[in-house]
């Protein structure tokens, strides 16, 4: 993808995983294969949004890759890549309530992101 087709995408975040991404130690972001993110692909870029605040940081998205599941994901990707500060378990459960089986059955995408840091 050449630099004049990426994309910036927004997208919020629940405080704690902005932290982690604006921090650098989150490097796969998880999310629902919904149609809007269908052609979601390396190179865009993503201002996540600190939902309810203004704050925002930007990443580049390096791959992105489809799972069936969240659990094959989180087995893919390696846990503490989604969320260093939480076991599997508990990320299996913090994203299933976020997202109900309902969602899931869409599929689940892994996005690798890097922090970009502006005005270097």
């Known amino acids: 993808m050449t630099d004049a087709t990426a994309r910036v995408r927004e997208l919020n975040l629940y405080r704690q995983y902005f932290d982690l991404v604006a921090a650098g130690t989150k490097t796969i972001e998880v999310r629902v294969k919904y149609p809007h ?7 865009d870029t993503i201002r996540f949004r600190s939902k309810g605040t203004d704050e925002t940081c930007d990443v580049k998205v390096k791959r992105v890759t489809e799972y069936s599941d969240f659990e094959a994901l ?11 500060t939480a076991t599997r378990e508990q990320q299996l459960a913090n ?21 970009l840091q502006l005005g270097l």
Do not use: S, T
Not at 95 to 115: D, M, N, S, V
């Open 74 to 84: 989180l087995d893919g990707e390696g846990a503490a890549n989604v969320n260093p």
């Open 37 to 43: 993110l269908a052609d979601l692909a390396a190179g």
């Open 95 to 115: 994203i299933r309530a976020i997202y109900p089986p309902e969602k899931e059955c869409l599929g689940a995408l892994a996005i690798e992101i890097e922090l």
